[in-house]
């Protein structure tokens, strides 16, 4: 399955869900990624105030820091997808190669069919 990394721009705590403004995308970039765990994706978030040696451990990253507008920046199995704004849930399980459509399991009764053991009434 595939590795997502999000490095994030300097915020007060990891998700930036906090404080009296809170930008509208980042609850929607957090559920997002929720959903890509439950989907079996190894998700990694790094937030620029809190841990600045993941910035500088990949080199495609610390590059990328030179732009001012890089960051967020994503990389998916070691290489950057996105750079600048948080991608959509689609975008995101497009690159990770997950399927939007979650097919339900429907469980049969312990009869067998639909109707149980006696039949349909």
């Not at 998700?15 to 930008?23: A, E, L, M, R, S």
């Not at 070691?78 to 975008?91: D, F, L």
Request: with cysteine; charged share 15%; hydrophobic share 40%.
């Amino acid at each position: 399955m595939a590795t997502l990394q999000v490095f994030d721009k300097p915020m007060c705590c990891s998700t930036g869900i906090c404080g009296p403004k809170v930008d509208p995308v980042l609850p929607t970039f957090a559920a997002d990624l929720a959903w890509l765990k439950d989907q079996g994706v190894s998700v990694e978030r790094y937030n620029l105030a809190q841990q600045p040696q993941a910035f500088v451990a990949h080199d495609d990253v610390k590059n990328a820091l030179n732009d001012e507008h890089a960051l967020p920046l994503v990389r998916v199995n070691g290489h950057i997808v996105c750079k600048g704004a948080y991608p959509s849930r689609q975008m995101l399980a497009s690159w990770c190669g997950v399927s939007l459509l979650t097919p339900l399991a429907v469980a049969e009764p312990a009869g067998g069919t639909c109707c149980g053991s006696t039949g349909c009434c």
